[in-house]
């Protein structure tokens, strides 16, 4: 019912920016909470930013000052502007959905980030 499909992935400079999407199918009217997860080689997946229908935003320590999510609820679509970006922000970047009907989340495929020094 609501499939989310992540772009905006890529390989840049330590310094630099990148700005994820996620846009969503289905009606928003199903979706609670907006978030990007992340995971890298030889780690558990993390919690990257989370955002609520409201607005309300979490970050995981490592980000907070460079990251920022946002939502746009008309377009059923979540981003992630990174900027300062660091090596160990090298990950395969998730979107996921808290949804108010089963499956109560969705996730999407993933898009690539690498961060070169």
């Known amino acids: 019912q609501v499939q989310p499909v992540e772009s905006g992935g890529g390989l840049v400079q330590a ?11 289905g009606n928003s009217v199903m979706i609670n909470t907006m978030g990007w997860y992340r995971l890298s080689p030889g780690a558990q997946r993390e919690v990257v930013a989370t955002i609520t229908r409201g607005g309300s935003t979490n970050y995981a320590d490592s980000v907070k000052g ?29 979107c996921a959905l ?7 989340s969705s996730w999407g495929q993933g898009t690539r980030v690498t961060v070169s020094t």
């Open 98 to 104: 808290q949804l108010l009907v089963p499956p109560y």
């Open 15 to 25: 310094g630099g920016s990148l700005r994820l999407s996620c846009a969503a199918s």
């Open 66 to 94: 460079r990251f920022t999510i946002s939502r746009d609820n008309v377009k059923n679509t979540v981003y992630l502007q990174m900027n300062s970006l660091k090596p160990e922000d090298t990950a395969v970047y998730y």
